[in-house]
Structures are given as C-alpha cells and as structure tokens.
C-alpha cells in the first residue's frame, strides 16, 4: 500500500513570497489533515478535512494560509505572503474512515519550509 | 479542547537497558484512543503503539509497552531493551473518538538519545 506523498521534500523563499504544497493522502482515507511543527515542538494542526470539506480550521491563519481539497483526494496548503516565523516542517497525515476501524493517522515525510 | 503534555524535553538511555517516557492529558471526554509516536531525522511519524481509552489492559508491541492510568490521566510508555535505532523524538497523542472532527493532538515531545 502506498504512503501518504508530499511534495516538495524542501523549500526556501524570501519572506512575502507565496509557497504551496500539496499532499496525496493514502488511496480511501476520508481524513486529511495538515499539521505545522516548528522546530523542537510537536505538530499543530492547521486544518482537518472529512472528505472534501473542512471539519476544522480554527488554528489555520486564515489572512494567509489557505488550503483545499479537491474531489476529496488530493489536498493543497498555500502560504501568501510568507513570514519568517512559517518556517516550519509542514506534515500531511491521513486515516480511514470510523466505519471501518481507522484509529491512528499515517503521516507523510513532510515538507521543510524555510522562510529568509 | 484536549491538551496533552510531555515534562522530559530529554531522556538518554544506555543501549539495552530500559526507559520511561511520561505523558499525561486533560479531557472531558469518556472514550478516545492515545498513541505514541516516533519522529526520527528523516522526519517521518512512525506509530508505535496505541491504546483505546475502554481496554484495562495495557497494549504491548514487542519492546514496547504502555502503562495506561484512565484515572490518573497518565500515559507513560517503556521501552525495554533499548537499541540505537530507538534514538528519535517521540511524541504522545490523543485522538477523540466522538463527533466529526476526531482530533489528533500532540505533545511537544521527548527526545531520545540511546548511548551505546
């Protein structure tokens, strides 16, 4: 079975640029979530969604961060404009649904984000 | 909203010996499911063990186990027979059961250092 894949592995760009990454979660997980973890903490999460609509975004700061996710599958992250203290490693996870037993969330590698 | 916290920032263990990790959270709810996660360098999330909320009895994965206190809050994991590729940061997390939203929570973490 294939992981949780995102992309880019690394970015880095000037503060007031705008950046996107973009996740395909695992082939039937109705889950996805974005979490930012800055160094040394643990992730936070962004934003949630069941399917194609959002569960939670009241940690997403929304007069820069935005995201979707289209047809329920695919799911991008945008940051416009980029500040210094969105330097972060931006991780995708994915679970299954209730019905069928999805406990834990599976998480991809991570995008490092690097804002200078 | 659930919070979950981790007090030892750091642990170090000698290889093939034994070591506890501390977790504890704050929830009003009755059912939910806990997990410890491991994050090495590569920054991968890897499940390591979980625990639904209505088992008594505490969950075992081979050198991993888990000492579960419903009452107390409290979510410690042990990890016996330490070896170098245990060195990572782990992370304690929550996950409700209840409503659409299903959160995953995290702690900041522990970091681990196995000296060999």
């Known amino acids: 079975e294939a992981g949780v894949a995102q992309s880019p592995r690394y970015k880095i760009i000037e503060k007031r640029q705008s950046v996107a990454f973009w996740c395909n979660p695992i082939?039937?997980?109705?889950?996805l979530y974005w979490y930012q973890q800055i160094l040394g903490q643990g992730p936070k999460l962004l934003i949630q969604?069941?399917?194609?609509?959002?569960?939670?975004d009241s940690q997403l700061p929304k007069d820069r961060f935005s995201a979707e996710r289209l047809k329920g599958v695919d799911s991008t992250l945008k940051i416009q404009p980029a500040k210094l203290e969105d330097s972060a490693v931006y991780l995708c996870?994915?679970?299954?649904?209730?019905?069928?037993?999805?406990?834990?969330?599976?998480f991809g590698q991570g995008t490092r984000l690097t804002v200078v | 909203a659930q919070t979950v916290t981790q007090s030892q920032p750091e642990m170090s263990v000698q290889e093939a010996e034994t070591v506890t990790l501390s977790c504890t959270y704050d929830?009003?709810?009755?059912?939910?499911?806990l997990f410890w996660y491991k994050q090495p360098p590569s920054r991968q999330m890897i499940l390591v063990i979980r625990?639904?909320?209505?088992?008594?009895q505490n969950a075992t994965e081979n050198r991993f186990s888990v000492n579960f206190q419903k009452a107390a809050k409290s979510f410690s994991l042990k990890i016996s027979d330490s070896q170098l590729g245990d060195a990572a940061m782990y992370f304690c997390?929550?996950?409700?059961?209840?409503?659409?939203?299903?959160?995953?929570?995290f702690g900041s973490g522990t970091q681990l250092t196995v000296l060999p």
């Open positions: 997390a929550y996950r409700s059961i209840s409503g659409s939203a299903r959160q995953l929570t």
């Open positions: 996870a994915s679970s299954p649904p209730a019905r069928v037993g999805g406990t834990e969330a599976f």
């Open positions: 929830t009003s709810e009755s059912d939910y499911y």
């Open positions: 082939s039937g997980h109705a889950t």
């Open positions: 625990q639904e909320a209505y088992k008594q």
């Open positions: 969604f069941q399917n194609n609509g959002v569960v939670d």
